[in-house]
């Protein structure tokens, strides 16, 4: 087999492991980015991983007190009773005009 016949060959194979994967991903991209709820759920996670984060911190800062040990929070238990907390409250206080958005591309 020539070395031309080879590199072809490879390029086959990977491209069987991975057919097209960067254009499938630049299409859902571009599904999502005007999906309404995406951006809502976006918001709600970007919150809860700033709240997390906060909990986190404050609770560790109370070990500053000889009599207080930390333990680290569950981040997937807080998150699922949190999530539907802050996404009521996204729906409830952020207002989404996708006709303003502007979509940047990959």
Known sequence: MSWKN???KEKDIANERFP??????????IENAFDKD??????????LVAITR?????LDKAT???HITYK???????????LPI?????ENHLE????KFEYSGP
């Open 6 to 8: 080879t590199i072809k």
């Open 20 to 29: 097209d994967s960067d254009r499938d991903w630049m299409e859902r991209d």
């Open 38 to 47: 995406k951006h809502k759920e976006s918001e709600a996670k970007d919150l």
């Open 54 to 58: 906060e909990i986190d911190e404050r």
């Open 64 to 66: 500053d007190q000889i």
């Open 72 to 82: 680290p929070i569950n981040e997937r238990e807080v998150g699922k009773k949190l």
């Open 86 to 90: 802050l996404m009521e409250l996204v």
């Open 96 to 99: 989404f005009d996708m006709s």
